[in-house]
């Protein structure tokens, strides 16, 4: 069965800080995809990656971070040098080969202040 | 370009009644997916359609909650008999087949 696990229920850090996101999946596919969503408190969810269980490049977008490392089944998702508007919850997602069914996470509300 | 939109916003009902919701997705893409957010969650699982065609139904939902997509157009999540645990967020999300989902604002039920 597929799971997504987000350990961090809350983060709490001051502006400017760096903060890394957790994300644990179980899955027996050997093809799968994964996602990370942003929740702002306006409460819409907004895209921000998509990774193939083959590609395990990491990616670096601004100031957004990935680390997808097989070995230990996990998409980690960093923020450098945080902002007050990044503010929300962050949720990892994962989605078997046909793209059918997506299993989130439960989220990690992240919280900058000023 | 238009997102997805989801209508109405935010339904209050009372146990029992039935209650519809509808989903327009982006225009160009053929795959549709329903998902209900309840506090502190992330969005469940509930239905899937590629086009018209119902490909997957969460065994969580129950008989009395059926999904329609006709034309694979626009969808429509209609639950019947409303019970207070239907109380949660509906979400709305349409993706092309490059598998990213992209979110509806939403539809808040009350069951009162």
């Known amino acids: 069965a597929q799971k997504v696990t987000q350990a961090q229920t809350e983060i709490s850090v001051v502006e400017k800080e760096d903060v890394t996101l957790d994300c644990v999946y179980e899955t027996r596919d050997t093809t799968y995809y994964l996602f990370w969503y942003k929740q702002p408190p306006s409460g819409e969810l907004v895209f921000l990656i998509r990774r193939n269980s083959f590609d395990e490049q990491n990616e670096i977008s601004g100031r957004y971070s990935w680390n997808f490392q097989k070995s230990t089944s996990s998409f980690n998702f960093t923020i450098t040098a945080s902002q007050v508007v990044d503010s929300a919850v962050y949720f990892c997602?994962?989605?078997?080969?046909?793209?059918?069914?997506?299993?989130f996470g439960a989220g990690t509300r992240l919280f900058v202040k000023a | 370009d238009t997102g997805v939109s989801q209508n109405p916003r935010h339904k209050i009902t009372k146990r029992g009644q039935n209650v519809t919701f509808r989903c327009d997705p982006i225009s160009e893409h053929n795959r549709l997916y329903w998902y209900r957010q309840t506090l502190g969650q992330g969005p469940e699982f509930l239905t899937y359609?590629?086009?018209?065609?119902?490909?997957?139904k969460s065994r969580l939902l129950s008989d009395r909650f059926s999904a329609e997509r006709p034309k694979g157009s626009f969808s429509t999540l209609e639950i019947q008999r409303t019970e207070q645990g239907d109380s949660a967020m509906y979400l709305c999300a349409s993706s092309s087949p490059s598998y990213e989902q992209y979110f509806g604002p939403g539809t808040r039920l009350t069951v009162t």
């Open positions: 359609f590629q086009n018209e065609a119902q490909l997957e």
């Open positions: 997602a994962l989605s078997e080969a046909g793209g059918f069914k997506t299993i």
